[in-house]
């Protein structure tokens, strides 16, 4: 089974502090995504990775920053959080794309910002 | 504009009765995947099936089915015999063909919270 795991379920930060959010996939998988989750807005891609060492914007960058430096792991960082940053996150997974390959994600960090 | 729109905040259903759950999309792609996921209360997005654009049939997978109609720009997710353990929240997605190559993200819907009453 595909396994995708986030260093924490919950978080809780202060404004102004700098914030990691890491996730491990155990698939080799080629692709890793954040998302974060904020109700009534459904999911929103933050950032994405193809490769190591490669990423791409979604439609939420603002605020944030990504790192892979190894294949199974995509880190988020918050380089100074803010309220509006107080969210759930969640990381996924899938395999190359030129295929249909459905997405795999992790159990999520609900991350609070005071 | 919202690229992938649900209609139905929440649903309470009868246990065993069906559901639908609708979706629809705005695209002007060809090619496109669409995607439902379930999402209980732990918080874990569990996928439940995928129909591509040019998938001549409907998909299948076990208790769901995806009611794909291409001209109308809907896919909506059916359960039958639906269980107490149904009750989540379940998103509709899309995934489009990204220009930049490589990897591309999913556009999610708002989610439609089902409740299945005994």
């Known amino acids: 089974d595909v396994k995708v795991t986030q260093s924490s379920r919950y978080l809780v930060k202060r404004t102004g502090e700098k914030v990691f959010l890491e996730c491990v996939q155990d698939?080799?998988?080629?692709?890793m995504f954040w998302y974060r989750q904020d109700p009534g807005l459904g999911l929103r891609l933050i950032y994405f990775s193809y490769d190591v060492k490669m990423k791409e914007k979604g439609d939420i960058p603002e605020g944030y920053s990504v790192s892979r430096e190894k294949k199974e792991r995509f880190s988020l960082i918050l380089e100074s959080a803010s309220t509006n940053q107080t969210s759930m996150y969640l990381c996924?997974?899938?395999?190359?794309?030129?295929?249909?390959?459905?997405?795999?994600f992790g159990p999520g960090t609900r991350l609070t910002v005071t | 504009a919202q690229k992938i729109t649900q209609t139905q905040p929440g649903m309470f259903v009868q246990e065993k009765e069906a559901v639908t759950l609708d979706c629809t999309y705005d695209?002007?792609?060809?090619?496109?995947?669409l995607f439902w996921y379930k999402q209980p209360s732990s918080g874990e997005m569990i996928f439940l099936i995928y129909q591509g654009s040019y998938d001549q049939q409907n998909a299948t997978e076990g208790r769901y089915s995806l009611n794909f109609q291409k001209a109308r720009k809907s896919a909506n997710l059916v359960i039958s015999a639906s269980q107490l353990g149904d009750s989540a929240m379940y998103f509709c997605a899309m995934r489009e063909p990204y220009s930049g190559g490589g990897a591309d993200g999913l556009t999610f819907g708002k989610g439609t919270h089902l409740i299945i009453q005994p």
């Open positions: 996924a997974s899938s395999l190359s794309a030129g295929g249909v390959h459905e997405q795999y």
């Open positions: 695209t002007s792609d060809p090619s496109y995947g």
């Open positions: 698939m080799d998988h080629e692709n």
